[in-house]
């Protein structure tokens, strides 16, 4: 019987793309038993063409930097973005899906931004649009969602989605230093890129977000409107306090179903050192999913370098090479996405941490609890550091469930008080 060939065409052979054809040299014979199909890197697209590669295209393969030349070629059955960015991106995926080929794509970027769109195109076309790889790295939170838990409703969805930030946070955590060391040995390591805002102030893990809202609830949360906040504001002394409570922070990315409504967002937490949650170090990544009927379920795993990522996009080209069929790209049957029921953050109600520097004077304690008490904010328990000769000293407050609406606002006249010496700062306990 003559053998099949899958062709695919390859857009980038950085990390991913150079992880994705390591796989396919060294596995190459299992992958055939698994799928019956040889799966062929024919034409691999990068931007310059003379560049020294650790990982050099396959043989057979023929490099261009056209992506017409690419996602034009009839030869070709697959089209594989691992460019990144999003213009480029964007022309090249909706090319391809127009001239009805298969996408895999690890762009959670472009899929936060253009992914109803995108994937409404593939619907048009009869074409597959495949994104595994595009939330968690080699984690398969995708198509847990989309296959093994598609029959359940999720109840809450909680992750660490950023393995940068949680390497900054374990680092701050275990070794005591301040954020910005901690950054600058994230860039040491390649963990974080020169210009790191995309991961600290929370961007890239609201794009991830983003993806698994759609996956989990059917409804499309636009990614500008999510609320996000970064770990930059965090201090090596909100660390410590919250060690000293038996709690870690970590950078969560959540959504909630509240009765229909969706309560989502990407925040610091303080989490219980019990937690599994908590127990997730260095650039590690966790999804903590709630079904209606599994109960809870937490995957574990490494959210990111060559070979997991590259093991999530050989996954996906694997399921297309077997079925070649576009029927459900984004877990449902329908593409046209409704757009979901917002609740806005200020409605949150959980537990809170806050730090109060203040000047060390009697009274300040019963102003403090005065607001909290004024705003529904029910005080659980309080530290505060021994009078250090009449200097500014830190009061922390842990409180029972309050709403986040009620915390702003007492946030807001508690840090017009003149004994108030710096910002207050402040966590949610989850
Ligand atoms: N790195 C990870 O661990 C990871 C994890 C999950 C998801 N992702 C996602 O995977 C995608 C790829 O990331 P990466 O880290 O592999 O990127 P990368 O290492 O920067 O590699 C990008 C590759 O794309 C090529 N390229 C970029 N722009 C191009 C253009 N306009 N035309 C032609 N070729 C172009 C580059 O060519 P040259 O080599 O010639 O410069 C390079 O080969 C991104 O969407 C990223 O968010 C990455």
Redesign the pocket.
């Given at each position: 019987m003559q053998e099949q060939i899958v062709r695919i065409g390859l857009?980038?052979?950085?990390?991913?793309?150079?992880?994705l054809a390591e796989i396919l040299r060294n596995n190459a014979e299992w992958i055939q038993k698994r799928i019956g199909k040889r799966i062929q890197i024919a034409k691999v697209?990068?931007?310059?063409?003379d560049?020294d590669?650790d990982v050099p295209p396959p043989p057979e393969a023929e490099l261009t930097?056209s992506?017409e030349g690419l996602v034009r070629d009839p030869d070709l059955d697959i089209v594989v973005?691992?460019?990144?960015?999003e213009?480029?991106?964007y022309r090249?995926i909706s090319m391809a899906l127009e001239e009805g080929k298969s996408v895999v794509?690890?762009?959670?970027?472009?899929l936060a931004e253009h992914g109803p769109e995108l994937f409404q195109l593939a619907a048009e076309r009869g074409a597959g649009l495949a994104f595994e790889?595009?939330v968690a790295?080699g984690v398969p939170i995708v198509k847990t969602l989309k296959d093994s838990l598609a029959g359940n409703r999720i109840k809450s969805l909680t992750g660490i989605l950023n393995g940068t930030d949680n390497y900054i946070l374990s680092e701050m955590t275990s070794r005591g230093i301040s954020f910005q060391e901690a950054l600058e040995k994230a860039q040491e390591l390649g963990y974080a890129e020169a210009d790191p805002s995309l991961d600290v102030d929370g961007y890239?893990a609201a794009h991830k977000l983003t993806v698994l809202i759609r996956l989990a609830s059917g409804k499309d949360y636009p990614y500008a409107e999510l609320p996000v906040h970064g770990i930059r504001g965090i201090e090596a002394y909100d660390i410590d306090w919250a060690k000293a409570f038996g709690y870690q922070i970590k950078l969560i990315a959540q959504v909630k179903d509240r009765s229909g409504s969706l309560q989502a967002g990407v925040f610091p937490a303080l989490i219980p050192e019990e937690d599994m949650l908590a127990k997730v170090d260095g650039p590690f990544n966790a999804v903590l999913l709630e079904g209606d009927a599994v109960g809870p379920i937490m995957l574990y795993g490494q959210?990111?370098?060559?070979l997991?990522?590259g093991s999530?996009v050989l996954s996906d080209i694997m399921d297309l090479a077997g079925s070649c069929s576009g029927a459900s790209n984004s877990g449902f049957v329908n593409s046209a996405m409704e757009r979901a029921d917002i609740l806005p953050a200020e409605l949150t109600v959980c537990r809170h941490y806050f730090r109060f520097t203040v000047q060390d004077r009697p009274g300040v304690l019963s102003v403090l609890s005065g607001i909290m008490g004024e705003h529904n904010i029910s005080i659980a328990q309080v530290v505060q550091k021994q009078e250090q000769n009449g200097e500014a000293v830190p009061v922390v407050f842990l409180t029972h469930a309050a709403q986040l609406k009620d915390v702003h606002n007492a946030l807001a006249e508690i840090d017009k008080l003149s004994f108030i010496k710096a910002r207050t700062r402040h966590h949610r306990i989850l």
């Open positions: 857009a980038g052979l950085g990390t991913v793309g150079g992880g697209l990068v931007r310059d063409l560049k590669r930097n992506i973005e691992l460019i990144g960015g213009e480029a991106a090249l794509t690890a762009n959670k970027a472009l790889a595009s790295g890239d959210g990111a370098g060559d997991p990522t999530a």
